[in-house]
């Protein structure tokens, strides 16, 4: 289970990965007419999901039973705080001859999904915040 402050680190890091986005989605919209460019999108939340996963699957309690000292090395669990939005670059597909490959109009869907997206996480920060004001008030 993660605790109050480590929720508060991944709504940051999704934040931060939300204005990633925006600027990526920005520069292929602006180049959506220039001859042979190739969007770019930001994957975050599979890399996320995969250290979560990683941390749950690892179990400290469980022995490892070897016949060689150290000749299995235990697996270690992927850090959260270690995961970052990775930019990549579309460069399999074509949407017109001219070789570019941005289709104007799911990249405006993407903006703007990416907007809620952002205004929801911002919404749930100020709300934590909010929550832990009237507990500090409280006390």
């Known amino acids: 289970m993660l605790g109050g402050f ?4 991944l709504l ?3 934040l931060d990965a939300s204005v990633k986005r925006r600027d990526v989605i920005a520069n292929n919209i602006a180049n959506v007419d220039v001859p042979g460019f190739k969007r770019s999108e930001v ?3 599979a890399e996320l999901k ?5 941390q749950r699957s690892v179990k400290e309690d469980e022995p490892l039973q070897t016949t060689q000292p150290g ?4 697996r270690q669990p992927r850090r959260i705080d270690d995961v970052r939005p990775l930019v990549h670059t579309d460069y399999n597909s074509t949407m017109r001859n001219d070789g570019n490959n941005v289709d104007i ?5 993407k903006m703007v999904r990416n907007q809620l997206h952002f205004s929801l996480i911002a919404d749930r920060i100020s709300g934590k915040f ?3 004001n ?3 008030r409280m006390a």
């Open 6 to 9: 480590q929720n508060l680190k």
């Open 105 to 109: 109009e799911d990249e405006v869907m």
């Open 71 to 74: 000749h299995i090395a235990r």
């Open 50 to 54: 995969r250290a979560i996963e990683s």
């Open 134 to 136: 009237g507990f500090i």
């Open 43 to 45: 994957a975050f939340e």
């Open 12 to 14: 940051e890091m999704s």
């Open 130 to 132: 909010s929550e832990w």
